[in-house]
């Protein structure tokens, strides 16, 4: 399942959604390749540093103090870690929940290192998983975390019928994992997790699961005592491990966080505490928040960060002092038009890429270079395994399509009048006017367009069902990913059972094309990596989809507010290392 997105939070993608073991450790280098003219990633590898040790480096320039204010229109749906899977929730959990593992952000890119345990290690057979607690590390109230309440929160995980929005890979992975129900129902005994001594985790499996040191930064994995869980009430005050911890929560509304006294810096590679505190508001009007933050006219503002995107209204102001307000940085994230190849031989697909209206649909659906970047791989440039390589014809997410072109290769195949059907939002003015500039251009090329307006209650529903009188557009329409790896996008996308799961790109029913991603899935990650790549480029030799952008994170901060990076694992921007610059 890919990584949920607050509509708010990303709300380019929102006009095409259908939504929603460590061998070869790197140094700080992140690994990415730069295309020397542009800028651009061009290579993304995995980086791995299971030698680091806190404290984190300083930030250059950081100043302690002070209260960052942090606002947006949507508002997190939980704060129970167990229950935790939109982007902004999982942000603002990094300052509250350490966990096994986690990401240390250097130069924009993600380096997995070491939380409250090590990186893991696996046995021969792949099925163990061991890791290794930290010790000394304790909660908010002073008392020290043990390793029974890490094993705790994995079975925890399993109460699905109570947490029912967090990440479900564990059902799927780990042992007996889809017949445990969580120790509400099923009680403590469960086998794919246990203890050894005060500091050993160790994880069973029931298949191969090289990501899980990746899986393991979720923070429905960070500690629970089970005497102090108070199941659905939890959310309303969840105990810390993290830099900063509740003060005041009104759900819906606000969360005020103050410094974790009990919190250890010597202990922790990646996170800081410059702040007093973080005081979070939801709700607020996207447009007129965002002018508040960019014009900083009084101190509350000047030191306020708005995680909105850029309202393209407000583009023009990016100049002079002001362009250093603006906060750029990648997202997990990759957009597509997808054709079901069950339904559309192969020759129908290229004609349909051939024609497909890139340029015209990009700027009537407002979008910009702040916010979306074309794209021409499955892979986004966050995750590694992205390679810039040549894009297959017609496959670039840029071209206005060759209508006369895609006739003449609808000809060649016999299947000039072929109908190219696709749901789309009859409420919206965006979705009306991308739909029918789809239309016109595929009519133009030879095809019998046929799109179905429906009410946008409606959408995702018909747009998730597979067996529905269409063969274009299909949900998902974009995904995220959970962690920086391929191991989040191909096993789930393209193999035979997605199509059953409800979330597939294509349709395909490939059982050598399952094996080769299971094998790779199989490998170690930084072997992985490169083979992510190679079926990165045959998947889209096969023409599932059309590529239409990767997201982007574009956000403002106040005057006052210092040095701000992103994170690219949640296109959010990285909150727990920010300050004020006075």
């Given at each position: 399942?890919?990584?949920?997105?607050?509509?708010?939070?990303?709300?380019?993608?929102?006009?095409?959604?259908?939504?929603?073991?460590?061998?070869?450790?790197?140094?700080?280098?992140?690994?990415?390749?730069?295309?020397?003219?542009?800028?651009?990633?061009?290579?993304?590898?995995?980086?791995?540093?299971?030698?680091?040790?806190?404290?984190?480096?300083?930030?250059?320039?950081?100043?302690?103090?002070?209260?960052?204010?942090?606002?947006?229109?949507?508002?997190?749906?939980?704060?129970?870690?167990?229950?935790?899977?939109?982007?902004?929730?999982?942000?603002?959990?990094?300052?509250?929940?350490?966990?096994?593992?986690?990401?240390?952000?250097?130069?924009?890119?993600?380096?997995?290192?070491?939380?409250?345990?090590?990186?893991?290690?696996?046995?021969?057979?792949?099925?163990?998983?061991?890791?290794?607690?930290?010790?000394?590390?304790?909660?908010?109230?002073?008392?020290?975390?043990?390793?029974?309440?890490?094993?705790?929160?994995?079975?925890?995980?399993?109460?699905?019928?109570?947490?029912?929005?967090?990440?479900?890979?564990?059902?799927?992975?780990?042992?007996?994992?889809?017949?445990?129900?969580?120790?509400?129902?099923?009680?403590?005994?469960?086998?794919?997790?246990?203890?050894?001594?005060?500091?050993?985790?160790?994880?069973?499996?029931?298949?191969?699961?090289?990501?899980?040191?990746?899986?393991?930064?979720?923070?429905?994995?960070?500690?629970?005592?089970?005497?102090?869980?108070?199941?659905?009430?939890?959310?309303?005050?969840?105990?810390?491990?993290?830099?900063?911890?509740?003060?005041?929560?009104?759900?819906?509304?606000?969360?005020?966080?103050?410094?974790?006294?009990?919190?250890?810096?010597?202990?922790?590679?990646?996170?800081?505490?410059?702040?007093?505190?973080?005081?979070?508001?939801?709700?607020?009007?996207?447009?007129?928040?965002?002018?508040?933050?960019?014009?900083?006219?009084?101190?509350?503002?000047?030191?306020?960060?708005?995680?909105?995107?850029?309202?393209?209204?407000?583009?023009?102001?990016?100049?002079?002092?002001?362009?250093?307000?603006?906060?750029?940085?990648?997202?997990?994230?990759?957009?597509?038009?997808?054709?079901?190849?069950?339904?559309?031989?192969?020759?129908?697909?290229?004609?349909?890429?051939?024609?497909?209206?890139?340029?015209?649909?990009?700027?009537?659906?407002?979008?910009?270079?702040?916010?979306?970047?074309?794209?021409?791989?499955?892979?986004?440039?966050?995750?590694?395994?992205?390679?810039?390589?040549?894009?297959?014809?017609?496959?670039?997410?840029?071209?206005?399509?060759?209508?006369?072109?895609?006739?003449?290769?609808?000809?060649?195949?016999?299947?000039?009048?072929?109908?190219?059907?696709?749901?789309?939002?009859?409420?919206?003015?965006?979705?009306?006017?991308?739909?029918?500039?789809?239309?016109?251009?595929?009519?133009?090329?030879?095809?019998?367009?046929?799109?179905?307006?429906?009410?946008?209650?409606?959408?995702?529903?018909?747009?998730?069902?597979?067996?529905?009188?269409?063969?274009l557009g299909q949900s998902p329409a974009g995904w995220c990913s959970d962690w920086p790896s391929g191991g989040s996008w191909f096993p789930v996308l393209f193999q035979s059972h997605s199509v059953t799961d409800g979330q597939s790109w294509g349709m395909l029913n490939d059982p050598a094309l399952d094996k080769e991603i299971t094998d790779v899935a199989n490998l170690p990650a930084d072997q992985a990596t490169p083979k992510w790549t190679e079926l990165d480029k045959k998947i889209m030799g096969m023409y599932v989809a059309i590529p239409r952008y990767y997201d982007k994170m574009a956000i403002l901060k106040g005057s006052n507010v210092g040095t701000t990076a992103g994170d690219p694992t949640m296109g959010m921007p990285l909150l727990a290392s920010m300050f004020l610059k006075s």
């Amino acid at each position: 399942m890919a990584r949920r997105l607050n509509v708010a939070v990303a709300a380019t993608a929102a006009v095409a959604l259908g939504l929603t073991g460590c061998s070869s450790p790197s140094s700080n280098n992140n690994g990415s390749g730069n295309n020397a003219d542009t800028g651009k990633i061009t290579k993304q590898e995995n980086a791995f540093d299971p030698s680091a040790k806190g404290p984190a480096p300083e930030v250059p320039g950081a100043h302690k103090g002070g209260t960052l204010q942090v606002v947006a229109q949507s508002t997190p749906n939980t704060f129970d870690p167990t229950d935790i899977y939109y982007v902004d929730s999982n942000e603002i959990g990094k300052l509250l929940f350490r966990t096994p593992t986690q990401f240390d952000i250097r130069n924009g890119k993600p380096t997995l290192v070491p939380d409250l345990t090590d990186l893991g290690t696996a046995s021969s057979d792949k099925l163990t998983w061991t890791f290794k607690m930290q010790p000394g590390i304790k909660y908010e109230d002073g008392t020290p975390i043990k390793v029974e309440d890490l094993a705790y929160a994995v079975k925890r995980s399993f109460a699905h019928d109570v947490y029912a929005n967090g990440p479900t890979y564990q059902l799927t992975y780990f042992k007996d994992g889809d017949k445990y129900k969580g120790p509400y129902k099923s009680g403590d005994n469960y086998s794919g997790v246990e203890t050894k001594g005060t500091d050993t985790l160790i994880i069973h499996l029931a298949k191969p699961f090289s990501d899980l040191p990746f899986f393991m930064t979720f923070p429905m994995f960070t500690p629970i005592p089970k005497a102090k869980d108070t199941k659905q009430e939890y959310k309303n005050h969840p105990l810390a491990t993290g830099p900063y911890m509740f003060k005041s929560y009104v759900a819906g509304t606000s969360l005020n966080l103050v410094k974790n006294p009990n919190w250890d810096a010597n202990t922790d590679p990646a996170r800081h505490q410059y702040l007093d505190g973080y005081d979070f508001a939801w709700g607020a009007e996207s447009v007129k928040a965002q002018t508040a933050v960019l014009n900083s006219n009084n101190p509350k503002d000047a030191n306020t960060i708005n995680y909105d995107v850029l309202d393209a209204t407000l583009i023009p102001q990016l100049n002079g002092a002001k362009k250093e307000q603006l906060v750029q940085g990648e997202s997990p994230c990759t957009i597509v038009v997808q054709m079901d190849t069950r339904k559309i031989p192969l020759e129908v697909r290229k004609a349909i890429a051939k024609a497909y209206p890139s340029d015209q649909i990009w700027k009537a659906a407002g979008l910009n270079d702040y916010v979306a970047e074309p794209a021409s791989t499955i892979l986004p440039p966050s995750v590694p395994g992205y390679e810039k390589y040549e894009p297959l014809p017609d496959l670039t997410g840029r071209g206005t399509g060759d209508p006369a072109g895609a006739k003449a290769m609808l000809q060649a195949a016999g299947k000039l009048g072929f109908e190219v059907s696709w749901y789309y939002d009859n409420t919206k003015p965006i979705s009306q006017q991308t739909s029918q500039i789809r239309a016109d251009a595929l009519t133009k090329a030879g095809f019998k367009a046929k799109p179905i307006g429906v009410a946008t209650a409606d959408l995702r529903t018909k747009t998730g069902d597979y067996n529905a009188p269409v063969n274009l557009g299909q949900s998902p329409a974009g995904w995220c990913s959970d962690w920086p790896s391929g191991g989040s996008w191909f096993p789930v996308l393209f193999q035979s059972h997605s199509v059953t799961d409800g979330q597939s790109w294509g349709m395909l029913n490939d059982p050598a094309l399952d094996k080769e991603i299971t094998d790779v899935a199989n490998l170690p990650a930084d072997q992985a990596t490169p083979k992510w790549t190679e079926l990165d480029k045959k998947i889209m030799g096969m023409y599932v989809a059309i590529p239409r952008y990767y997201d982007k994170m574009a956000i403002l901060k106040g005057s006052n507010v210092g040095t701000t990076a992103g994170d690219p694992t949640m296109g959010m921007p990285l909150l727990a290392s920010m300050f004020l610059k006075s």
